[in-house]
């Protein structure tokens, strides 16, 4: 069993940047997976961004390469997401998740675990 709670959200200004974290409890957070995931009123929950049990391998959403970044601290049991070049269109419920396998998808369904998530909204 993990528990997730996101950190970090708020309000910016377009340009801006945001540092989401996410902490997780239990012994295994460092064998999962975690993925980012986001979703704006009346919109499908989308996938942002996911790392692999390690740190060694990051996947970004189109949407947001080159400006979010994925990283992981698993002796602190906590994944982060860098956000910056922050646009209107990033305005959204952030969400972390765990995947139990070392490498997770994109698919939001695959994922175990999330957490409450945080709001992130950004003025233009």
């Known amino acids: 069993q993990v528990q997730l709670v996101e950190s970090g959200g708020g309000l910016v200004q377009a340009g801006g940047s945001l540092r989401l974290s996410c902490a997780a409890s239990g012994r295994t957070f460092s064998s999962y997976a975690m993925g980012w995931f986001r979703q704006a009123p009346g919109k499908e929950r989308q996938f942002v961004a996911r790392i692999n049990w390690n740190g060694g391998n990051t996947d970004y959403a189109d949407s947001v390469k080159g400006r979010f970044t994925i990283s992981r601290d698993n002796a602190k049991n906590t994944v982060y997401l860098q956000m910056n070049s922050l646009k209107p269109e990033d305005t959204a419920v952030y969400y972390c998740?765990?995947?139990?396998?070392?490498?997770?998808?994109?698919?939001?369904?695959?994922?175990?675990?999330w957490g409450q998530g945080t709001q992130v909204t950004v003025s233009s």
């Open positions: 998740a765990a995947h139990t396998a070392g490498w997770g998808l994109q698919l939001a369904q695959s994922y175990s675990y």
